[in-house]
């Protein structure tokens, strides 16, 4: 019984499930926000006032909410989006948890969801993290698997004492699955998976050079 239900836990955990929803929410959600952000933002000497309209507040609150504006427009666009949602959680606990003047049913659904934002994967598609994280992956795994392979071939090049002069290497992939359903399926599932080639290695007058396949796309 127990083993049943780590397995399902575990499958359940690893489950690729697509993110476009939690990404239009995102934007659908954070829209709103802006919105109603901008009402308190219009009607800041009315709310904030010590007397409204006649005696200001200590502390102008306007440029603090131009901010918060700033930080709602990086979450709908998805940019720098787990910092953004920290920052906005803690002005929303500020500007509308802390709000003693009148109840508001809306106020406890945007602290709820500003809370589940900061541990939510929102940002995976349609944001601008994806693009820079994409960028940045793409051309840190190059230079990883360029490392990784020179070092390989250069330890089996001295190892079977051939020549750096001329060798080749044929590159084999095999998709493997995450780590818990790896472990669950190896016998049935991961041994059976075919081979890929996925390009070439070369050792020429001492210079390493290789010609790869995008390895994402191999399944």
């Known amino acids: 019984m127990i083993s049943f ?3 399902w836990a575990s499958g359940m955990y690893y489950k690729r499930v697509d993110a476009m929803g939690l990404a239009i929410f995102r934007i659908a959600f954070f829209l709103n926000f802006f919105m109603e952000v901008l009402q308190l933002f219009e009607f800041r000497h009315l709310i904030y006032d010590t007397v409204p309209l006649i005696q200001p507040a200590d502390i102008d609150p306007s440029y603090i909410l131009v901010f918060w504006l700033l930080i709602i427009g990086c979450l709908v666009v998805g940019a720098f989006t787990r910092l953004a949602a920290i920052i906005s959680y803690i002005l929303t606990m500020h500007f509308m948890g802390l709000t003693l003047l009148y109840e508001y049913h809306m106020f406890h659904v945007y602290l709820i969801v500003n ?3 900061i541990f939510l994967p929102v940002s995976q598609v349609i944001s601008l993290d994806a693009i820079w994280n994409r960028l940045k992956y793409s051309s840190t795994r190059d230079e990883y698997l360029h490392r990784g392979f020179r070092d ?3 330890y089996w090049i001295g190892k079977t004492h051939h020549s750096f002069k001329d060798a080749r290497f044929r590159i084999w ?3 493997m699955d995450t780590p818990l359903v790896w472990e669950y399926n190896f ?3 991961q041994l059976a998976k075919p081979w ?3 390009g070439t290695a070369r050792w020429l007058d001492k210079q390493f050079s290789m010609d790869i396949v995008n390895i994402e796309e191999i399944r």
């Open 5 to 7: 239900f780590t397995r």
């Open 115 to 117: 809370f589940l934002v």
């Open 152 to 154: 390989f071939t250069a």
């Open 173 to 175: 992939v095999k998709y």
């Open 187 to 189: 016998l049935r599932n």
């Open 196 to 198: 890929h080639d996925a």
